[in-house]
T-cell receptor, first 111, second 113 residues
């Protein structure tokens, strides 16, 4: 069964550094998403991406964040200058139309 | 703005007993509704979804959920829980297409022997 994959599973970085989180969506899916989950809190929507552009973004997704689909398979989330409060689990998801399937997540720890 | 309320933070159920997890939503139109499960250290797995039609939907692992428009609810049920059902359960809503999901805060299910 096809699944969404994410790398790395755990990323540790210093405050102020740039990080890139990578996702490989399910191959025939057209919509791509990033979510985050701060420890002990609910899952929060960050951004959706369709047809090579951002479709929707939340208030959390400020200028420090960017997304890209650099090739036909990868979907990336970049955080330009990480802050302590960016520490969270980041989930990628993809869908054909309405049902989103999630990857296992990347745990980002900012020191 | 849309929102999801899961009023129970923790629920403890004996193995073999029935389960109902509550979910209420706020949305301007008929939403798309989902239940996801998250085991410790894992990602989110889709249990079931409701878009339209029959208001009682069946999902994986023996779960079902009933959409009640009049109560703005989408409660998750299972007739007999297993120890492996212990996990965090999230109810979510979206409008369709490229919309992001809005999640509830989750209900932590504990199964006691």
């Amino acid at each position: 069964e096809p699944e969404v994959t994410q790398t790395p599973s755990h990323q540790v970085t210093q405050m102020g550094q740039e990080v890139i989180l990578r996702c490989v969506p399910i191959s025939n899916h057209l919509y791509f998403y990033w979510y985050r989950q701060i420890l002990g809190q609910k899952v929060e929507f960050l951004v959706s991406f369709y047809n090579n552009e951002i479709s929707e973004k939340s208030e959390i997704f400020d200028d420090q964040f960017s997304v890209e689909r650099p090739d036909g398979s990868n979907f990336t989330l970049k955080i330009r200058s990480t802050k302590l409060e960016d520490s969270a689990m980041y989930f990628c998801a993809s869908s054909t139309v309405d049902t989103q399937y999630f990857g296992p997540g990347t745990r980002l720890t900012v020191l | 703005a849309q929102s999801v309320t899961q009023p129970d933070i923790h629920i403890t159920v004996s193995e073999g007993a029935s389960l109902e997890l509550r979910c209420n939503y706020s949305y301007g139109a008929t939403p798309y509704l989902f239940w996801y499960v998250q085991s410790p250290g894992q990602g989110l797995q889709l249990l079931l979804k409701y878009f339209s039609g029959d208001t009682l939907v069946q999902g994986i692992k023996g779960f079902e959920a009933e959409f009640k428009r009049s109560q703005s609810s989408f409660n998750l049920r299972k007739p007999s829980v297993h120890w492996s059902d212990a996990a965090e359960y999230f109810c979510a809503v979206m409008g369709g297409g490229a919309d992001g999901l809005t999640f509830g805060k989750g209900t932590h299910l504990i199964i006691q022997p």
